[in-house]
């Protein structure tokens, strides 16, 4: 943790002492500037690593300050580096008084633009989840199998930003889908099933049916477990840990299999589907660096989130580089299709820029 905290204080270090350079006019702008880095330095110095009980007041409006600064100096360090290039362009005697104007006026212009990104990314994320549909065109797709409607929930992230009002809007958003299936694919929590029961209540009508199923994020994981597990099974879900099941649909058989997640340390992700007879096999993966798993057993397509593609600007690009080529939307590993949800919530800063929440439904069709 030492180690951590140091390099945490480094980065932030480094980008303040940037920006303060940049955009500063005198000390009194340069102590407030300091604010947004002290907010972002608290949250996981002070509160990760922690067990997560019960917080109160003060916690709350901690986290939400700094989740919040967290999206504005992104958001600033990326015009002000845009700045910073337009006035090395505007160098030139040809360019002397646009170069002028970026030097006068770039700094309120930068603070300006990250305040309205700011504001609209986080408009964008409460404003809740867009339907994404994705027609799978599968080749010698079971004639029964035509037409079967999947609808995918992902990091939803229920906690400190995500309440049982967003909870219920998604739940009714599913409901006009008439999804056959109901998949979460990991991290709906944040929290305890002791705080966030009463949150994640309207899921449960989703599970009607029996023909729901639920795999664990990291951040499941994170939130205990074993309580989860069984809430989740009390709920109506059927939880998948590295097992699957049989799912008829009139005539065909549609197996369904779900692998835990890496930050799961009781059961190392890992499945195994020989001698089932299906006519389509969906794996269930939290992480889509599972994918070549999933592959190599032999399933038709892998639902996977964990990426939330980015979630906002810059983040968008760096989550291409780190997870490609599973980041988000649809792709392939060797036969397998495989569809990464951009995130039915948010984490962290409640902010999407450049994404959107989506509930995803999946309709298979032949090829």
């Known amino acids: 943790m030492g180690r951590f905290a140091a390099a945490v204080t480094a980065l932030l270090a480094v980008a303040y002492v940037y920006l303060a350079a940049r955009l500063a006019g005198g000390p009194l702008s340069a102590a407030a500037l300091a604010a947004p880095f002290v907010f972002i330095w608290i949250l996981p110095?002070?509160?990760?690593?922690?067990?997560?009980?019960?917080?109160?007041?003060?916690?709350?409006?901690?986290?939400?300050?700094s989740y919040l600064s967290m999206a504005w100096v992104s958001f600033a360090l990326?015009?002000?580096?845009?700045?910073?290039?337009?006035?090395?362009?505007?160098?030139?005697?040809?360019?002397?008084s646009a170069h002028q104007v970026i030097s006068a006026d770039g700094p309120p212009i930068v603070l300006a633009g990250s305040v309205l990104a700011l504001v609209c990314g986080a408009v964008a994320a409460f404003r809740g989840p867009k339907v994404e549909q994705v027609e799978l065109r599968v080749a010698g797709l079971h004639p029964d199998l035509e037409g079967l409607r999947i609808a995918q929930i992902s990091d939803l992230h229920v906690g400190p930003n995500i309440g049982r009002r967003y909870v219920d809007r998604v739940v009714q958003l599913c409901h006009s889908l008439k999804p056959d299936l109901v998949v979460l694919?990991?991290?709906?929590v944040d929290g305890t099933v002791a705080r966030l029961a009463h949150a994640v209540a309207p899921l449960a009508e989703l599970a009607r049916g029996s023909r729901a199923f639920f795999v664990l994020g990291n951040h499941d994981c994170y939130s205990g477990p074993q309580p989860w597990i069984a809430h989740w099974r009390a709920a109506g879900y059927t939880v998948l840990l590295n097992e699957s099941t049989i799912v008829p649909v009139r005539n065909a058989r549609l197996l369904v299999g779900g692998v835990t997640d890496p930050a799961y340390r009781l059961l190392k992700p890992q499945i195994s589907i020989e001698n089932q007879k299906a006519d389509f096999r969906l794996l269930l993966a939290h992480n889509p660096r599972l994918a070549p798993l999933g592959a190599k057993a032999g399933f038709d397509l892998?639902?996977?989130g964990h990426t939330h593609a980015g979630q906002f600007f810059p983040w968008t690009l760096a989550v291409r580089i780190v997870h490609a080529p599973h980041a988000a939307g649809l792709s392939r590993e060797g036969r397998m299709q495989v569809y990464v949800s951009a995130g039915t919530g948010t984490w962290g800063p409640p902010v999407r820029f450049g994404t959107s929440p989506e509930l995803t439904l999946?309709?298979?069709?032949?090829?």
């Open 362 to 367: 999946i309709r298979l069709a032949r090829a």
């Open 302 to 304: 892998q639902l996977s």
């Open 45 to 65: 110095v002070v509160y990760w690593g922690r067990e997560r009980g019960r917080e109160r007041l003060v916690d709350k409006l901690v986290h939400r300050a």
């Open 78 to 96: 990326v015009l002000c580096v845009l700045r910073d290039v337009l006035l090395g362009a505007t160098l030139l005697p040809a360019f002397s």
């Open 185 to 188: 694919t990991g991290d709906i």
